[in-house]
């Protein structure tokens, strides 16, 4: 089955109470079992859910793995993967990634003894280096956030391989459409849903997908526990909006490629960080493990000015300044004072985000339109 029909079918059948084709918010806490432990399957929302059920098991087959848990934010998600380590415990992370999971790792979970390592992932040689037998984690994303650098996920599963390791890729900047690590070697895929799964900006999930059924069980044995689970209505969303994910990403990624080559053209931009471009870092491995190159694109300014960054985030109209991605509509952010302020400014800035870093969430529009609305805020400068 080809990725657009798995979009509309995988894991979802008519309702067979009614036959509704579209999948029940089943907005209950409880069911009514027919005698102690005589249930159909659901006891407590909590534990399962039927709605949440059928969002696991769609997002599983888009990833093609065998299970899916579905969280009530990305971080969620990351809270549950960290939540299978133990004091003492190292993981090596990608230097550059959501000031969000950063935020996570450095204030919550090393309090409780787990250590962390943020090394440069665009050389995986850097992973070696820092490898112990207590590394159980290796932590990438790629694209990473927000210097969209690609990491080599086949290479990263080959360094760890023999070790108890696992790897766990964030992949929810490339999306399954785009991208698949579990095939090239990854134990757990974590997704922002929020982001272009959703795709309508309405709605704060995240989920985790393996095909190890051991990592499965502890998944949905800390998912139970710790209780922070999507909610009915949050799945019935995201069941509607994964219908188009296949469209959507075309359009997104038709519009990054026209875009990068705009702003790569322009006098007044420095770099511009698309992994498409034949001048990116690691183009070759992008080529080699992506479909396409997706709708995540950074630039930078000539003269590295924090207030020219600003004035460009402030200027454009079509693009709307907040936080958050993969929607629709095309967002703009200032990485250093929005999404990785968390990060120390030491830090932010050897893995490249510097003042004049801006990061684009590039929608569906008509392309034409979002390159006049950046044009016209360049110009001002």
Not at 183 to 204: C, F, N, Q, R
């Amino acid at each position: 089955m080809k990725f657009g029909t798995k979009a509309i079918h995988a894991g979802i059948n008519p309702d067979s109470a009614t036959g509704a084709i579209m999948t029940p918010i089943y907005q209950t806490s409880t069911y009514v079992q027919d005698g102690e432990g005589n249930h159909k399957g659901y006891q407590y929302s909590r534990t399962q859910n039927p709605t949440r059920h059928v969002l696991e098991n769609n997002l599983a087959a888009l990833e093609n793995g065998s299970f899916g848990a579905c969280f009530a934010s990305g971080i969620a998600a990351i809270d549950c993967v960290i939540k299978m380590l133990k004091p003492g415990d190292e993981v090596i992370a990608t230097n550059d990634l959501y000031g969000g999971s950063y935020r996570l790792f450095t204030t919550i979970f090393e309090k409780y003894g787990i250590i962390f390592h943020f090394v440069d992932m665009k050389d995986i040689t850097n992973v070696q280096e820092v490898m112990t037998e207590n590394t159980k984690l290796i932590w990438t994303e790629t694209p990473t956030n927000p210097m969209i650098n690609i990491i080599d996920i086949k290479g990263l599963a080959a360094i760890i391989n023999g070790s108890s390791a696992l790897l766990c890729v964030d992949n929810t900047f490339a999306t399954p459409y785009l991208q698949n690590p579990l095939e090239l070697g990854a134990d757990i895929v974590m997704h922002s849903v929020t982001k272009y799964l959703g795709g309508h900006s309405d709605v704060v999930m995240g989920a985790l997908v393996t095909s190890n059924r051991k990592i499965a069980d502890d998944i949905y044995r800390i998912q139970n526990s710790s209780g922070a689970i999507a909610g009915p209505m949050d799945c019935f969303l995201v069941l509607r909006g994964i219908k188009t994910l296949h469209l959507r990403m075309q359009r997104h990624c038709e519009n990054g490629a026209r875009i990068a080559d705009f702003l790569q053209s322009h006098p007044k931009v420095e770099n511009v960080y698309w992994p498409g471009l034949k001048t990116h870092v690691n183009h070759h491995i992008a080529k080699s493990q992506m479909k396409d190159f997706g709708g995540m694109l950074s630039f930078t300014l000539k003269g590295n000015k924090l207030e020219d960054a600003l004035n460009i985030v402030k200027q454009v109209k079509i693009f709307a300044l907040a936080e958050s991605l993969g929607g629709v509509e095309s967002l703009i952010g200032h990485p250093v004072t929005m999404t990785h302020a968390a990060i120390p400014k030491e830090s932010r800035e050897k893995s490249g985000v510097i003042d004049g870093l801006i990061r684009l969430s590039i929608g569906i529009e008509d392309v034409e339109d979002l390159i006049e609305d950046l044009n016209q805020a360049l110009e001002v400068l």
